[in-house]
């Protein structure tokens, strides 16, 4: 009997022990494949962060840029009307100034052929030959030329407005021109970078797709994993008694049985032998 309790609590002991090995193989490889995937749902967590965070700055800078060309637009819109109207009054002052020019040089030539030619009358009627010019016809070089010399000065002072309009109409187009070009030169950078921050941002929203859906296996996977440790903590861990403290009671249990038997064994060895002595000492008795 105390064999086989011995003999039980070998198999027990034994039991424990691959229980044992089980457990910390077991823990082991799922704490380490815990830890793994654990591992890789921060780092994805991380780009997912970045490429969010990344996507959001490059989606606001496109704002900005959009902004900006609105406004760009507009100032060159306010500036296309206000040339126009400069240039539409432009022509109509030069077509004024043209006409009123044309006038004065036209009224000086006819007023310096007259007075020219009442001059050289002046002089025909000197020779005596020639018939008197009719009264009334002579012309008056003084006032003539007070008129003329007024007409000069006007003359002078509108070709020099003329010149003045010219100028500053070809100043007024030279810098809409160079404004315009470098408007173009802006908006058209403007619009290339626009275009590959949205690429950018488009690219960086694909991959966040992606990575989240890595994510959320990743994740899956990792509940399943954390299920099954549970399982494990509650059968290898969560134990009253600890397997060492287990270990060592059963040791000195078999080793308590042991000595037992040991004693019992010696105990019937005396008494077989006190019986076989009492055997040979009847025997000899009855031969006597």
């Known amino acids: 009997m105390i064999t086989e309790m011995i003999t039980k609590l070998d198999e027990q ?16 490889k799922t704490e380490e494949k815990k830890t793994k995937l654990e591992t890789l749902v921060e780092k994805l967590t991380n780009k997912i962060d970045k490429s969010s965070a990344r996507s959001a700055e ?5 704002g900005v840029l959009q902004e900006e060309l609105a406004t760009l637009a507009r100032e060159q819109e ?23 020019l044309a006038g004065i040089r036209k009224a ?3 007023l310096k052929d007259y007075y020219g030619a009442g001059s050289a009358a002046a002089l025909v009627q000197e020779d005596a ?15 003539g030329g007070s008129i ?3 007409l000069e000065v006007a003359e002078d002072d509108m070709a020099k407005e003329l010149a003045k309009v ?26 290339q970078d626009v275009k590959y921050k949205e690429q950018e941002a488009a690219g960086l929203d694909k991959l966040i797709t992606e990575v989240s859906n890595d994510r959320d296996g990743t994740n899956e996977e ?23 403290v287990r270990k060592k009671a059963r040791e000195a249990e078999i080793k308590g049985l042991k000595e037992a038997l040991e004693v019992l064994e010696n105990e019937a060895a005396l008494v077989q032998r006190g019986s076989k002595n009492g055997r040979n000492m009847r025997g000899s008795a009855l031969q006597l």
């Open 13 to 28: 002991m034994g039991a424990e022990a691959q229980e044992k090995a089980y457990c910390d193989e077991e823990m082991s």
């Open 58 to 62: 490059l989606k606001e800078q496109v």
């Open 78 to 100: 306010q500036m296309d009307k206000v040339r126009a109207d400069e240039h539409a009054t432009y022509v109509t002052v030069k077509a004024d100034l043209d006409k009123g």
């Open 108 to 110: 000086l030539d006819l």
């Open 129 to 143: 030959s020639q018939p008197a010019p009719p009264a009334g016809h002579q012309a008056d070089g003084g006032a």
């Open 148 to 150: 003329i010399s007024i």
């Open 166 to 191: 010219e100028m500053e109409e070809a100043d007024s187009a030279s810098a809409y021109e160079e404004t315009t070009q470098e408007n173009k030169v802006t908006k058209a950078s403007k619009n």
């Open 222 to 244: 990792l509940g399943t994993v954390n299920a099954y440790y549970m399982k494990l903590q509650g059968r290898c861990v969560a134990q009253p008694v600890s397997y060492e």
